[in-house]
């Protein structure tokens, strides 16, 4: 299984933009899916993730209310929906799988099994 993510660009602060993350290669609806982004000189975090039972969300609280992540299974793509972006947000995003993935497991970058290259996200001020 591969994932691809796609979306990232240049937004001024206020904008929007929207992340995807296919898979290819299986099926993979047992697996739950995360976005993470690490800002340059910093470790990578957590920004949001569904479950791989109902695809309920979870996000950081850093994005809370101005991001959503949603999931199409018949697709296997994910998309991550950035609103009122700030300069702070600016970062590599990936996107990243792990089989049963539910509650932690989908903020912890050690428990992924499957992780997509980064796509960039510039916000300026």
């Known amino acids: 299984v591969q994932l691809q993510a796609c979306g990232g660009g240049l937004v001024q602060a206020g904008g929007s933009l929207r992340l995807s993350c296919a898979a290819s290669?299986?099926?993979?609806?047992?697996?739950?899916r995360s976005w993470f982004r690490q800002a340059p000189g910093k470790g990578r975090e957590f920004v949001a993730g569904?479950?791989?039972?109902?695809?309920?969300?979870l996000y950081a609280d850093s994005v809370k209310d101005r991001f959503t992540i949603s999931e199409d299974r018949t697709t296997n793509t994910v998309t991550l929906k950035m609103n009122n972006l700030e300069p702070k947000d600016t970062a590599v995003y990936f996107c990243?799988?792990?089989?049963?993935?539910?509650?932690?497991?989908?903020?912890?970058?050690?428990?992924?099994?499957?992780w997509g290259k980064g796509t960039l996200v510039t916000v300026s001020s």
């Open positions: 990243a799988a792990v089989k049963y993935g539910t509650g932690w497991k989908l903020r912890d970058e050690d428990a992924m099994h499957i």
């Open positions: 290669g299986h099926t993979i609806n047992d697996y739950g």
């Open positions: 569904v479950n791989w039972v109902s695809a309920t969300p």
